[in-house]
């Protein structure tokens, strides 16, 4: 759930900034340019609270994965619990 909150509000910044580009007579590929890189820099100051949550939920789920790993390769061993 974090990562979609997470991309939903870069995705949002993103769209923020080019929707005020709209109006700087510029052509269509510098606006996107612009307003990538500007949503880039501002969503690593505004959404740095975000992006944290979802790396420890990133990482709580490779934790998870690696021990139920680590139980199947057990169980297939033959080492019980």
Do not use: C, H, P, Q
């Not at 307003?35 to 969503?43: D, E, K, Q, R």
């Not at 992006?51 to 994965?65: K, T, Y």
């Amino acid at each position: 759930m974090a990562a979609i909150k997470y991309t939903a509000g870069r995705i949002g910044l993103f769209v923020a900034f080019f929707a005020a580009m709209w109006f700087v007579d510029t052509d269509i590929f510098i606006k996107l340019i612009a307003a990538l890189l500007l949503s880039a820099v501002a969503s690593f100051f505004l959404l740095g609270a975000w992006r944290d949550e979802m790396a420890n939920d990133l990482a709580a789920r490779a934790d998870r994965r690696r021990a139920e790993r680590a139980r199947l390769r057990a169980a297939l061993a033959g080492e019980e619990e």
